[in-house]
């Protein structure tokens, strides 16, 4: 699976568009973007995935550029429980199970 | 949303002895189940690979005698910590793979944080 790269943290004001980047300039034409997030001591959850089409859906949008080599998770109106780590993931569409490879992650920071 | 719940949230035990956590697919099949661990401020890594009716397959570095994993039915998978010492206490999160093509997702437990004295 190609590696990602995210900034590891990031702020934001509670109400504003929360805009998280990742790099995964590897990418192959069959791997897909996956994003989920991990609240302090919870499992992780999914949030949105997509191949190139940008993608929405209640809980985020998904851009991924042209090239594919990079993506931007959008929460549009963050709200304080959106403070969380934000893992980028980039896999193939699984053919059966596959494991994921989780990154650092960014961890966000919703500010009121 | 399909659910994983995991059992024991929370375990506390003494260095020496063995400790069982259960991952569990409340309302789906899971033919494979994952094992990570998290340690403090530290990202989620995988530990092993279980399938239903079949050995697991563990990550480089993870030492399987130590960390024994059951896989005996679509729904039920269990990680035992055997001879738990102070490094092992560590965050331990399974998923639950559920088979629903083209895209066999993959849900997430609440966690099992165990802490070894």
């Known amino acids: 699976d190609a590696k990602t790269t995210q900034p590891p943290s990031m702020d934001c004001a509670e109400g504003r568009a929360a805009n998280l980047p990742c790099n995964h300039s590897?990418?192959?034409?069959?791997?897909?973007v996956y994003w989920y997030r991990q609240i302090h001591s919870q499992g992780p959850q999914y949030i949105i995935h997509?191949?190139?089409n940008n993608e929405t859906n209640e809980m985020a949008s998904l851009i991924i550029t042209e090239d594919r080599k990079s993506s931007t998770l959008i929460l549009p109106h963050a709200t304080l429980r959106d403070t969380a780590v934000y893992y980028c993931?980039?896999?193939?569409?699984?053919?059966?199970?596959?494991?994921?490879?989780f990154g650092q992650g960014t961890r966000l920071t919703i500010n009121p | 949303g399909a659910v994983v719940s995991q059992h024991p949230s929370w375990v506390i035990c003494k260095s020496g002895t063995s400790v069982k956590i259960e991952c569990r697919s409340l309302?789906?099949?899971?033919?494979?189940m994952f094992w990570y661990r998290q340690f403090p401020k530290q990202s989620l890594m995988l530990m092993a690979t279980?399938?239903?009716?079949?050995?697991?397959?563990?990550e480089q570095g993870v030492e399987k005698d130590k960390f024994l994993i059951n896989h005996a039915s679509l729904t039920l998978s269990t990680l035992t910590v055997t001879s738990a010492h102070p490094e092992d206490s560590s965050f331990y999160i399974c998923?639950?793979?559920?088979?629903?093509?083209?895209?066999?997702?993959?849900?997430f437990g609440p966690g099992t944080r165990l802490t070894v004295l």
């Open positions: 279980s399938n239903e009716g079949s050995k697991a397959t563990y």
């Open positions: 993931i980039v896999r193939v569409a699984p053919q059966g199970a596959q494991k994921l490879v």
């Open positions: 590897t990418i192959s034409g069959n791997e897909y």
């Open positions: 997509g191949l190139k």
């Open positions: 309302d789906f099949q899971a033919t494979t």
């Open positions: 998923s639950a793979s559920e088979v629903r093509p083209p895209y066999n997702e993959q849900f």
